[in-house]
């Protein structure tokens, strides 16, 4: 085995910058069922012992921390109430409320309805989040507005706001894009310099296409996310853009908008085959995650799993970071999972 050269950080970099790393990085997605289960087949006891022992290089997410007001039990600073849903082998928090569902007019939400403001956050302390992690690289800020709105207005009602509400979508999206490219900015003035991406994302895609329409993609989302984008390219850092499915019809216009990185890349899902997305994008694109999570880590054998991951190195080449295709689940055996972080250790040389 080939010895390593870099730290987590600077072969993320290398990546990013498309210079030759000693071996591509590799990232872990999975939900706090599965990292506890990993954690008591290992033998450890902290997340970061276990990414140490498979070679993992996942970055350390900073963010500011909540000084507010009061929030109710279950709720979030928007008034968001949440709920566990069971699954059977786990759960996920869902919103079991739309503080604004029942309005109707712009004016009726300013009157009823307050917005968080930044200053309900502290990001004094984002210096010290970093002690000790300065191998590592930085993922610092996190915009997903639309998923927010949905939140707010109900799944159904968001959609509608797209095709015949566009004051209420305006109005919405720019107080969460705005309250995010906030977010963003004082975590960049905190610790000027250290960020290595932001996290920029809409998730647009369903299983065979988008789950939203390119124009309205275009209209609400793009230009928003164009002014996010160029702020951190200006900080040094890159945009991370997460999407699940079947997307290949967007991605010139997130390309367009600046777009860094395009995780998770199903895929099994129509038009989403590895070898056509290299071909045209990926010039313009690195990819990250790209290890089936619908069947291959799951369902598969742990031969199955290493015999993608040493097809997804072949077919990505340097503009690839590994991972499995969003969070691991509590159904995936954990044989599964080591033989995913096996192959990568060993494939990741091959560049």
Request: net charge negative; with cysteine.
């Amino acid at each position: 085995m080939p010895k390593e050269t870099m730290t987590s950080k600077e072969r993320w970099l290398a990546v990013l910058k498309r210079q030759k790393p000693d071996r591509l990085p590799v990232d872990y997605w999975a939900t706090a069922e599965v990292t506890k289960k990993m954690l008591k087949h290992l033998g450890l006891s902290k997340e970061r012992e276990m990414f140490k022992k498979l070679h993992i290089d996942v970055p350390v997410g900073v963010g500011g921390r909540y000084v507010g007001p009061a929030i109710p039990k279950d709720c979030d600073a928007f008034g968001i109430k949440y709920k566990a849903v069971d699954y059977g082998s786990g759960s996920y928090t869902e919103a079991a409320s739309s503080p604004l569902a029942s309005y109707e007019t712009v004016e009726e939400i300013e009157k009823n309805y307050k917005w968080p403001s930044p200053d309900w956050w502290d990001y004094s302390t984002l210096p010290s989040q970093l002690k000790g992690f300065e191998e590592y690289p930085v993922a610092g800020g996190y915009c997903e507005p639309f998923l927010i709105y949905k939140w707010l207005r109900g799944g159904e009602q968001a959609f509608i706001d797209l095709a015949i509400n566009p004051e209420i979508c305006n109005y919405i999206l720019d107080k969460l894009y705005g309250l995010a490219f906030e977010n963003i900015k004082r975590i960049y003035e905190a610790i000027p310099g250290k960020v290595t991406y932001s996290y920029v994302a809409e998730d647009v895609g369903g299983q065979e296409d988008l789950m939203y329409s390119p124009e309205h993609i275009r209209q609400y989302f793009l230009p928003r996310m164009k002014k996010v984008i160029d702020f951190v390219h200006q900080g040094g850092a890159y945009s991370f853009h997460h999407t699940d499915g079947a997307v290949r019809k967007i991605i010139p216009d997130l390309i367009a908008t600046g777009h860094d990185i395009l995780n998770p890349v199903q895929w099994r899902c129509k038009g989403m085959e590895r070898e056509g997305l290299v071909k045209d994008f990926g010039d313009k694109l690195i990819f990250h995650s790209a290890v089936d999570n619908q069947q291959t880590i799951p369902f598969g054998t742990p031969e199955d799993v290493k015999k993608e991951v040493a097809e997804n190195v072949k077919i990505f080449g340097r503009g690839y970071i590994i991972g499995p295709c969003h969070n691991l689940q509590p159904v995936t055996p954990v044989e599964n999972i080591i033989a995913l972080y096996e192959a990568a250790h060993e494939q990741a040389f091959n560049i």
